[in-house]
Structure formats: C-alpha cells, structure tokens
C-alpha cells in the first residue's frame, strides 16, 4: 500500500507520483508483492492486491469528474446465460462511487433483464446484428466499439472499459484500475516462458506475431476513449485485411490485439486478479479475485 507521505497529481485524468518520490513507491511495491512482477520493462504498473490505497485512487477519480462507459456483447444465447450476473455483480464492485454506463449490445434487447442501478449509473441498449459464427461477433465487435467512441463516448465519458460478458465480478473493480492504455495480463500464459505464448504464427496473417512482452486476454481492455479506439480500428482494419485474403488469426480479435500492444506498450497492466480462472490449480498469487471466469458450456452457447 502507498505511504501517506505519497505526493498524487492528475494529469490528463491519470494518476502519477511526482519524480522525487518513485523511487520510494517502487521499493514499497517490491516489498509488497515480492514475488510478482509489479511494473513493466517500459515502467508500466502492473495492478495487484497491497500495490495502492484504494481511497486516494477512488479520490483524485472523483476530482478529476471521471465517467467510465463499459462496453459488453450479449448476442443468441449468451444474453440469457450471462448478462443478468454480469450486470447485477458489476454494480455491486465496479467502479463504485463513480458515474459508470453500461452499453449492452445485443440482437435481443427486449430480452435484456432490468436490474437495480445505483445513483449516476446507467444502462444503454444498443441492438446489433446476430453473426452467424461467434468468432465473428467476437471480431466485428472492434468495429462497433470504434463507432460507439465516435457517436456518443467521446463526448461523456473519459474512460471506457470492454468487456467479455461471461465474467462474474466477484471483489473490488475500481479506479486504480484506470489507465490511458490498459491491458489484461492472461491468467493461463502470465507465468509461463514466452515461447510457449500462442500469438499468431502464420506470416499470412497482419496479427502475426514472433515475440513480445506479455500474453494480452481480450476478456478486458480498456483506457481513455482516444486509445482504446486507436485500439478497435487497429484490430478492425487489420481483421478485414486478413479476411480479404481469407485468412483468420488463431486467436481471432485477440490475436491482434496483442499484436496492437506488442507495437503500443499499454500504460498499466492488470494482473490476473482481475480476470482468474478458478479451474487454475496454483492460485498462490492470486489475493483477491476480483472478476472470475464464468462457468462455460460452448457446445450450447456457440449453436443456434
């Protein structure tokens, strides 16, 4: 946790620690969380439990206006299986204390559940067209994101945040998770060797990839609106230029999107606190679960 004696400005509504007092934090971070990484090559923070007092981000995010838009796709049967926990868990632990949207983008808006929402929380429907195939939804969803940005975030909001729907919120969300440019360290690659990484190996593809920093988990991104659709159309143009040649990246958006921040180093890391998989045996790092994985059934959720 940060020392009271912690000097915290807001420029460009990001929290910093002025110059003199860095060295401190990262000698406080690395007794914190000995046995983690905590801060990037390029000197990114990457978040994890005891690495921040919670009151003085929830503050300065309060001073600052700050306004937070998700972003989350419940298209056929996903709807039905995930969106009401989503929705009801992300009130009880996202971003609290700040003015939070929810757009859901759905074919089946007549079918999106109501849900109590706190004071400055909302919810936007937005119906989409329904894919025929789900890696489909899950690429073009980059596309819509971008055109979201454009029509209606950039004007409202400060911040955005994306997010896969089959999650369930489960401890504290919150603003020291904010960020210009923010990525999600993968909960199943973030202690393996790079080489066993799956990026994009087929040269015929624009997400190929032959190394980078991290594992990136599409499941969550986020940033000030400028970045994350500098993000979307990256992934979009990219996708359609693949799909011209009839090529499809292994991991589909994923895939480029680790491509993106392999090329533009994310600003803050979030570690996989804030996206766990409870099958993981070993979860000796893990202190807190924050957002965990949903319980799938593919062969039922990906037909009809």
């Known amino acids: 946790m940060f020392q009271n004696s912690f000097y915290f400005s807001l420029r460009s509504h990001m929290i910093t620690v002025c110059p003199n007092s ?45 306004a937070v838009a998700i972003t989350v796709f419940a298209v056929g049967r996903y709807l039905e299986a995930y969106l009401k926990t989503f929705l009801t868990s992300a009130e009880e632990h996202f971003m609290l204390g700040l003015p939070v949207t929810y757009f859901v983008f759905t074919d089946l808006p007549e079918q999106v559940p109501e849900i109590t929402l706190a ?41 955005v945040f994306c997010f896969d729907v089959d999650q369930i919120f489960k401890g504290r969300f919150g603003s020291e998770a904010l960020g210009e440019s923010v990525a999600l360290l993968h909960a199943h690659y973030y202690k393996l060797p ?77 570690s996989p606190e804030y996206c766990w998989d409870e099958y993981i045996v070993n979860a000796e790092d893990i202190l807190v679960k924050r957002l965990v994985w949903a319980p799938k059934d593919y062969e039922k959720l990906r037909t009809g």
Not at 139 to 151: H, P, Q, V, Y
Request: hydrophobic content about 35%; overall charge positive.
């Open 194 to 270: 790079k080489y066993r990484f799956t990026y994009d190996r087929n040269p015929e593809s624009k997400a190929y990839m032959t190394e980078g920093d991290y594992y990136y988990h599409a499941a969550i991104f986020g940033g000030t609106c400028e970045k994350v659709k500098a993000l979307a159309d990256y992934c979009y143009v990219n996708i359609m230029e693949d799909k011209l040649k009839n090529v499809e990246a292994l991991w589909h958006d994923e895939s480029h999107l680790n491509k993106y921040f392999w090329l533009n180093k994310p600003t803050k890391l979030l």
């Open 119 to 159: 004071p400055q929380r909302n919810i936007s429907i937005v119906k989409v067209e329904k894919h025929s195939r789900w890696q489909d939804i899950s690429m073009m969803r980059m596309k819509t994101i971008s055109e979201l940005i454009d029509a209606v975030l950039q004007h409202k909001f400060t911040h």
């Open 22 to 66: 860095i060295v401190d934090q990262l000698r406080t971070i690395k007794k914190a969380r000995p046995n983690v990484q905590t801060q990037t090559s390029w000197n990114a923070p990457i978040m994890w439990e005891l690495m921040f007092d919670n009151n003085l981000y929830d503050q300065k995010y309060k001073e600052a206006n700050t």
